[in-house]
Nanobody
């Protein structure tokens, strides 16, 4: 069973930054997509960043130009750099992966849909105060 373990969450003031990490127990080179999602109680899980094995990345408009996803295959770790954080970014953040076989980039919004991901971490809380 592949494990994904998030870290790096915490509390920050609006305008601040956080970097989330997601350590994978298997090779991240075998992931067709890896992504970050967030969820607040009572709402559906929302995709905030995705990265295709070929390097293509995608973001929803709500975080574009503020969040950056990256992957270090040597460390089997996924990252999410979050800058200029806003109170509405407060949520539990989850790392997710869709493993191979590989295929081409499916585009947005499909690559940010939770249903295509098969492995999930336990989440890390991010709280942004105004």
């Amino acid at each position: 069973q592949v494990q994904l373990v998030e870290s790096g969450g915490g509390s920050v003031q609006a305008g601040g930054s956080l970097r989330l990490s997601c350590a994978s127990s298997t090779y991240t080179t075998t992931a067709m997509y890896m992504g970050w999602f967030r969820q607040v109680p009572g709402k559906a899980r929302e995709g905030v960043a995705t990265i295709h094995f070929g390097g293509t990345t995608g973001y929803p408009d709500s975080v574009k130009d503020r969040f950056t996803i990256s992957k270090d295959n040597a460390k089997n770790t996924l990252y999410l750099q979050m800058d200029n954080l806003k109170p509405e970014d407060t949520a539990m953040y989850y790392c997710a992966a869709k493993w191979g076989p590989f295929s081409g980039w499916v585009g947005l919004p499909r690559a940010l849909e939770a249903g295509i991901y098969s492995n999930w971490g336990q989440g890390t809380q991010v709280t942004v105060s105004s």
